[in-house]
Every structure is written in C-alpha cells, then in structure tokens.
C-alpha cells in the first residue's frame, strides 16, 4: 500500500453522513500513514447515520470557517442522504470542494458524495458513479456516469456504496499518494 506519511486529508461532512463511509476510509487513510481531519461547519460533535438508524457521534477536528483548502493535500466527501444535502446548501462548502477541484488535488467521493460535486459545476466531461439514485443528477450536470464499484477519472475517485469501500479506499490511496493531477 502505499505511503501517505507527507499527506494531510480533510474529510468534510455534515451530520448524517454513513458512518461506514467516513469511518472505513480515515481508518485506511490513518493506516497508510496520513494526517486526518474530520471537517464540518459545524463545531463540537457530528452524529453519525447508520444504515437505518442514527449512529457514533463522532469529534470535529476542525470548524470549515477555521480551515483553508491550501491546508490539505486532498479531500473526501462520504455520503449519506442527509450530509451531502445539507453540506450543498452551504456556500461555503461548495467553495472549498471547488477549490479542491480547480487545483487538481486528489478528490474522493462515495455513495451520495458526489451531490457535492454536482454542486460546484465543475465535473462536466468528466466520469465517475454514485449510488445509483444520482444517475441522473450526474447525467444533467454533463458527466458520464457508469455503474462500477469505483471509477478513477484525473484523481477524481467515486464509488457506489459501502459494499464497494475496500477498492474505493484503495484507489483512494493510490490517487493521493500521485499527488496533484493536470
């Protein structure tokens, strides 16, 4: 696996996200030796959702206000139906993800993540999945989707849902470790 020693990755969420979707990939991303940070708008402690039920709560690290994407070697959004919802609301959010975007920086987005992405405008011509439920959303926003357990497009990593979380965070990994992509 590779090393991410050097790499400092921002998680950014809301309360609802799918628990397994934010905890699985830090803890690959911890492994792999990188610096991790839950980030939200909101301070204090998240909820997590839980399949059908609310979830861990867990500890922000750092207030969205407080951070800068320059702070971070790259980003991941997990989904779950209420964190993307809410996070796209947020000008703010949008913003930051955009910036992460713009640069070429690393990006990986699962399940309902990839809403985000939606929101910023910026992922015309490009490919990537969600969960199924976003075809269309992805579709009217000019990308190409596909239904594959995850899809690489210049950094850009997504996947489906949390079945798929072992190549998601794999690839995931892989990407960041390459660094900026053109």
């Not at 959010?93 to 809403?115: M, N, R, T, W, Y």
């Not at 999945?129 to 850009?156: C, F, M």
Request: aromatic letters at 4%.
């Amino acid at each position: 696996m590779a090393t991410l020693s050097n790499k400092k990755v921002v998680i950014l969420t809301e309360e609802g996200f799918e628990q397994v979707e934010l905890t699985s990939p830090k803890d690959a991303l911890e492994a792999a030796g990188a610096t991790v940070h839950v980030v939200s708008p909101k301070s204090g402690k998240i909820k997590a959702w839980d399949k059908t039920n609310w979830g861990i709560v867990i500890n922000v690290d750092k207030q969205l206000s407080d951070v800068s994407p320059d702070d971070y070697d790259a980003l991941v959004l997990p989904g779950g139906v209420l964190n993307p919802d809410k996070l796209r609301q947020n000008k703010e959010a949008v913003a930051f993800v955009s910036a992460f975007l713009d640069e070429g920086k690393p990006v990986a987005a699962i399940c309902h993540g990839p809403q985000m992405l939606i929101e910023t405008g910026m992922i015309g011509g490009r490919t990537l999945t969600s969960y199924p439920s976003l075809k269309t959303d992805i579709e009217n926003a000019r990308a190409h989707w596909i239904d594959q357990e995850v899809v690489v497009d210049h950094g850009l990593v997504t996947s489906r849902r949390p079945a798929d979380l072992e190549a998601f965070n794999k690839k995931m990994i892989e990407e960041i470790s390459e660094g900026v992509h053109a």
